[in-house]
């Protein structure tokens, strides 16, 4: 069975400091994998998503991810982040040939500091 | 721009009572999700549509139904409310082209049964 597992469920940051979220996955066959972001009030949004091809994936609001199949992740870095970007964001799984049944993680809340 | 609409934004029901959660949207996808998210757990999928009037179970369809009449329409039905239905529910769209299509989430429903 597939299954996400984000290492963090919370990080504090200060404005313009770089962050790294965290995500690893299970699964015994080909995946595809996607960041989602939820900010408050609001239903999830995509940021970005690995199908095949470079594993350096770039996303909206200036994030990328970089998939590393060895070690079964798929994690989430930002140079620099804004107040703007505190929100929570979910890691998530589906199967290549399935019908987008997504896996998701149990997220992770980016708090950004002044 | 693809537009998931749920009915509702926040409930509150009682124990015992039927529920009905709509979801709308206005792209012509073919499938349709129900979730529920709760802290800690992340996004849980509870059923899934891939047409007019087919249904999948997800991973906790326990306590819950679905219909689906029309493509555009898809409804989450609590029989009999209980306490720990008590939850966000998230409906999503996407189209059965490519398996890989985002999903599009709607704002969501807050579900408080007392």
């Known amino acids: 069975a597939q299954s996400v597992t984000q290492l963090d469920s919370q990080v504090p940051v200060f404005e313009e400091a770089p962050v790294e979220l965290r995500c690893n996955y299970s699964s015994s066959v080909s995946v595809y994998l996607f960041w989602y972001v939820q900010y408050p009030n609001q239903g999830l949004q995509l940021l970005l998503k690995y199908l095949s091809g470079s594993t350096l994936v770039k996303g909206i609001n200036g994030f990328e991810a970089e998939f590393n199949k060895s070690q079964t992740s798929f994690h989430l870095r930002k140079p620099s982040v804004h107040i703007s970007d505190t929100a929570e964001y979910f890691c998530a799984v589906s199967l290549s040939g399935g019908y987008n049944k997504l896996i998701f993680g149990a997220g992770t809340r980016l708090a950004v500091h002044p | 721009d693809v537009k998931v609409t749920q009915s509702s934004r926040y409930l509150v029901k009682r124990t015992g009572e039927k529920v009905f959660l709509e979801c709308v949207q206005d792209?012509?996808?073919?499938?349709m999700f129900w979730y529920r998210q709760d802290p800690g757990l992340g996004l849980r999928l509870i059923y899934f549509s891939y047409d007019v009037k087919m249904k999948e179970k997800g991973d906790i369809p326990e306590g819950y139904s679905v219909s689906r009449e029309k493509k555009e329409r898809f409804s989450l039905i609590l029989e009999s409310a209980s306490t720990n239905q008590t939850s966000m529910y998230l409906c999503?769209?996407?189209?059965?082209?490519?398996?890989?299509?985002?999903?599009?989430f709607g704002n969501g429903t807050r579900l408080t049964v007392t």
């Open positions: 792209m012509d996808h073919e499938n």
């Open positions: 999503a769209s996407s189209p059965q082209q490519g398996y890989n299509s985002p999903l599009h």
